[in-house]
Each structure stands twice: as structure tokens, then as C-alpha cells.
């Protein structure tokens, strides 16, 4: 019997919550003025947890949104809550405002605050310091040890 195939991209209720919770506790984030879509991925994204990306032309005006945010599911869940919330802050970091009158918004390009390692994103990791006790969806999402239990339930 094979495995089920999984689809290379997922919507995440639980995702679009906890990035909304972020964004209630940091009203100063610029994505809280954009339409964007965070969205999981299962393919392979090697030694990226995630990415923000602009969307332009016919799809934006189809679908009203102006950023997609992909997260690396695989890595995703295999991260603490606290990892989890950071590459959430850090992805939401990038969409700034554009430096052009004609462009209203941009994504921020990493300007030494990039580290393969989540932990070592001090802005992502001092913003989830300042608000973590605004973030009860954290509680909820799956991590490594909880998606290990839940395995071998369903083997038994």
C-alpha cells in the first residue's frame, strides 16, 4: 500500500490565526495594513523554515491579495511553539513599506538579520518576548513530541 500523496500547498485556519494574534500584539507591523495569505508548503524547502513573497499583476487583482507567506511545513512542526511564533514574526517582518511613491509596499530584503537558525533572529525572538502572552494559538498548533504521539496512536 503506498502512502498518500500530499499536496504541495496547504491552508492552515490554525496558521492564519496565530499570524493574526501577532499582528493584534503588534499593531506597528506593516502587514497589518496588506491582504496577505500565509499558507503551509510540503515540498522541499532546504534550510529555509519560510517566505514572503510579493504578488502582482492578474493574480493580485483575482485574488485581492497583495503577499503570500509559505511556510515549510515539514520543518514547521517539528520546531518548539516559541520557533514556531518567531519565523511567523520574522516572515510578517518582511512586507514594508515600498521607498517609491508608486509602490506602496514591498518585501524587506534581509539586512543582517538572517540566520538559517531561528534562534538566532533577535528581532523575531525580542517581538515574541514582548508578546507572547497574547499568543494562546501557540498552545494549540502540533510540535514534534505531540505529531510523535499522535503517530503511534494511530499505529496502535
Not at 23 to 51: C, E, Q
Not at 56 to 63: D, E, L
Not at 87 to 113: F, M, N, S, T
Amino acid at each position: 500500500m503506498s502512502a498518500e500523496k500530499k499536496e504541495r500547498y496547504e491552508d492552515s485556519e490554525d496558521l492564519r490565526q496565530l499570524a493574526n494574534e501577532i499582528l493584534g500584539a503588534v499593531p506597528y507591523f506593516p502587514a497589518n495594513d496588506v491582504r496577505f495569505a500565509i499558507i503551509y508548503t510540503n515540498a522541499k524547502m532546504h534550510h529555509i523554515a519560510g517566505m514572503c513573497s510579493k504578488v502582482a499583476g492578474p493574480v493580485s487583482f483575482k485574488t485581492r491579495l497583495q503577499f503570500v507567506i509559505v511556510i515549510n511545513k515539514p520543518g514547521f512542526e517539528k520546531m518548539r511553539p516559541e520557533m514556531k511564533a518567531q519565523v511567523v514574526i520574522h516572515e510578517l517582518w518582511h512586507i514594508q513599506p515600498g521607498e517609491k511613491d508608486d509602490d506602496a509596499y514591498r518585501v524587506r530584503q534581509h539586512g543582517g538579520d538572517y540566520c538559517e537558525i531561528p534562534e538566532h533572529d533577535k528581532f523575531s525572538r525580542s517581538v515574541y518576548e514582548e508578546i507572547k502572552a497574547k499568543l494562546p494559538m501557540l498552545t494549540k498548533l502540533p510540535f514534534q513530541t505531540t505529531l510523535e504521539e499522535q503517530t503511534k496512536r494511530a499505529e496502535s
